[in-house]
């Protein structure tokens, strides 16, 4: 639903890298274009095929239960040489295997497309890169995601989940070189992901599991129809699970041993039906249970070194699955592998000594530990995961309207959407809307105490020039010029209205009830620089008018000055008024076309929204850059830019060196007015606003330097 395209050419979506082979070193394997469109046409086509008769039941072609996940199973080809010990976790990149699409009438409850969607709309996962969400000890959710290593199932339909969790596996990282695999190191007890897993499994505390398009294990392709639409679904929401069993393994990771940590998670019973059994065609098989009182070694060998067990070592526990006491160590460990038992404590001499030789494979888990049943018994307070309604009244730009909501309920789709319209929620899927109600906010009410005008970094040497006074009829100025050291001056120009409802007062207010009716289109656009899966928006609201200019909105969502709301023309007038008067342009006729400004960027921040370090590096931007601060009070700050040498470079003092060395503090009706080109070229803004705030930047930009194929130059990134 939204309406531009993600222009990015490169994405892991639709790649899912699974693990056979381990090389032992870092291996590199190609980029590869993915065409997204393509595969939505793809999924089109399966749908339709596949689902004309409702009726039809249709088996999943790629169940990867138990551990099928041989190449053979796969029907892959490996894109590198075959593996030489099958206990390896996984690095060797294949495309995923030819799953089919939901069939129809199966969507989860809860989806997002993109990783922002879910941290910001579900709350119990916020993590934006790791997979283990934890605050205070405790996991809220765990992300399931493309790297399954060897013996992670998908078991009992999916109500048992055993997966390596916390951190330090084998990851992929994607360099300038192309695409590198990470090799997995110790999991101590200790490290905060695992130490929380650990936490909630000794505290039986429920957490949600959520699956990403790359999971393999799980028997679907995560797309299906929904809204008479392809839903691309980048993260599901399989529901509330609890951990049942917690042990270390030892995992060969090259020619070294490495500790991984796995947890087995169980569905809690008492939630609706999990979404993808309603309606499911057949569920996923059960494994049948392996007779193998055997195994090979590597070299071949054959092996029985079963552990032969006493009555003494054997204690029943209440979970119905045998555990027993460690001779050496004295600690319980649970027999989960038809080989036999052996202690899964990692500071034990015994420590997996029985498996050294012989790991268990993925159809080794014994069959009572797979079979035992759900947790049904334990009583826990489980608050819905579904996420409540989005809020609509009150104060309507506080944090909570900035973020994400669920298009949930009978009409809902399912989609975890953003706050991308500034007017309502808008669901990114169906385009379902709920209205938002409010009444413009008074610059008073989000003022902030700030004690002083700006911050000087003492070793940055900058001295403000004496302050001046300049008068108007509603209101004085007082300015006050800061010379760079790398060339530009800053010009702080502080507002001191004394009419009761001053001109920004009245520039505040339009600007608010102008997008609120929707008639000035403030968004959140996308950025085309970041990692994460699916587009990622920026963290504050904006809208172009007059000349286009090439920032994150693209050049395409411009307004022209006829098109353009009143609010912004009245910024725009009141800048060029108070510019004007601050610099004495009336004496300088030569300077008059840097004060027509053409062009007027409105910005609107939420509460806690803010925009990262940036330069207003445009192609054909006149020398003045001027902006008016609406509402709360906010932070600017400058550093100087990556590309100018400083003193003292290649040693520990450049980190020191591109830290802010001069901060302003911006009030209701200030300008910041930045004048050189030079302060584009060489330094780098960034606004942190205290509380709600709106700022309208104006430029002046060369009419000529606009070609339209230009325009999807991003010039801001993430930091
Ligand atoms: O919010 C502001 O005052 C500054 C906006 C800004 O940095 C820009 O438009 O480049």
């Excluded at 294990?217 to 049942?244: M, N, Q, R, T």
Aim: proline share 7%; net charge positive; glycine share 8%.
């Amino acid at each position: 639903m939204y309406p531009w395209k993600e222009k990015r050419t490169f994405t892991t979506a639709g790649l899912s890298l699974r693990s056979d082979v381990t090389l032992g070193k870092r291996t590199i394997y190609k980029k590869r274009k993915l065409s997204v469109a393509g595969e939505a046409e793809e999924c089109m086509q399966s749908l339709g095929s596949g689902t004309k008769d409702s009726t039809t039941r249709i088996t999943p072609p790629h169940i990867i239960s138990s551990g099928s996940v041989s190449t053979s199973a796969a029907g892959l080809p490996l894109a590198s040489a075959p593996p030489k010990n099958t206990d390896l976790a996984v690095t060797s990149p294949v495309l995923v295997p030819q799953k089919e699409c939901l069939p129809e009438g199966m969507m989860p409850d809860i989806w997002a497309q993109s990783r922002q969607e879910l941290c910001e709309s579900f709350k119990w996962f916020r993590s934006y890169h790791g997979g283990v969400y934890h605050t205070q000890g405790h996991v809220k959710g765990y992300l399931l995601g493309g790297f399954s290593a060897n013996r992670d199932i998908f078991e009992n339909d999916g109500k048992l989940i055993i997966s390596h969790g916390g951190g330090k596996a084998q990851s992929l990282r994607f360099t300038k070189q192309g695409l590198w695999t990470e090799k997995a190191s110790d999991q101590q007890e200790g490290d905060s992901s695992v130490s929380s897993l650990l936490n909630n499994w000794k505290e039986e505390r429920p957490l949600a599991l959520i699956i990403d398009n790359n999971y393999a294990l799980f028997p679907w392709l995560l797309k299906g129809h929904c809204s008479d639409k392809v839903a691309e679904i980048g993260y599901a929401v399989l529901g509330v699970y609890i951990i049942s069993h917690a042990w270390a393994e030892r995992q060969l990771e090259g020619d070294e041993l490495v500790v991984r940590w796995k947890f087995a998670f169980r569905w809690l019973e008492g939630q609706p039906e999990p979404w993808w059994l309603r309606g499911a065609p057949v569920p996923p098989k059960p494994p049948q249970r392996p007779v193998i009182i055997k195994s090979t070694t590597r070299t071949g060998k054959i092996v029985s070194k079963m552990k032969t067990l006493t009555k003494k070592d054997m204690e029943c526990v209440p979970d119905s699955h045998s555990q027993w006491n460690c001779k050496t160590c004295g600690k319980r460990s649970p027999q989960l592998y038809v080989q036999g038992w052996t202690c899964l404590q990692p500071t034990c001499p015994d420590f997996w000594h029985l498996f050294l030789d012989s790991m268990p494979g993925q159809k080794d888990y014994d069959i009572a530990f797979v079979k035992s049943p759900t947790l049904s018994k334990i009583e826990l307070q489980v608050e819905s995961i579904i996420p409540s309604p989005p809020p609509t009244e009150g104060e309507i730009t506080t944090n909570i309207f900035a973020k994400g909501w669920h298009c949930g309920g009978t009409d809902g789709c399912g989609r975890l959407s953003c706050r991308w319209k500034w007017e309502h929620w808008e669901c990114a899927h169906c385009g379902r809307v709920i209205e938002v109600k409010g009444v413009p906010r008074l610059p008073k009410e989000v003022d902030v105490m700030v004690d002083k005008d700006y911050y000087i970094l003492d070793s940055s040497e900058l001295r403000p020039s004496p302050a001046f006074r300049v008068d108007y009829p509603g209101g004085t100025s007082l300015c006050q010029a800061f010379t760079l050291k790398h060339g530009g001056v800053i010009i702080q120009i502080r507002n001191k209205s004394f009419r009761a409802v001053s001109e920004p007062d009245k520039i505040f207010r339009l600007y608010q009830e102008q997008a609120a009716n929707g008639i000035l289109p403030f968004r959140r656009y996308p950025l085309r620089s970041h990692k994460l899966k699916g587009p990622m928006l920026t963290n504050y609201f904006s809208q172009n008018c007059g000349q286009p200019y090439q920032y994150v909105g693209g050049t395409d969502n411009t307004l022209s000055w006829e098109q353009a709301p009143s609010a912004v023309k009245d910024a725009r007038h009141f800048l060029q008024q108070r510019v004007s008067a601050a610099l004495n342009i009336a004496s300088r006729p030569e300077d008059h076309k840097s004060v027509d400004f053409n062009e007027v960027l409105s910005a609107a921040y939420m509460q806690e929204q803010k925009m990262a370090f940036h330069s207003d590096a445009e192609d054909g931007l006149g020398p003045l850059v001027a902006g008016l601060s609406l509402g709360a009070p906010a932070e600017m700050h400058f550093r100087v830019h990556g590309s100018i040498k400083q003193e003292g470079e290649g040693d520990a003092r450049v980190k020191k060196s591109r830290a802010t060395f001069i901060k302003f503090v911006l009030r209701h009706g200030d300008i910041l007015l930045m004048s050189g080109t030079e302060v584009q070229r060489c330094y780098e803004h960034a606004v942190v606003p205290k509380n709600f705030r709106i700022a309208a930047t104006a430029r002046f930009i060369k009419p000529s330097h606009y070609i339209k194929s230009k325009s999807s130059t991003p010039v801001v990134s993430l930091k």
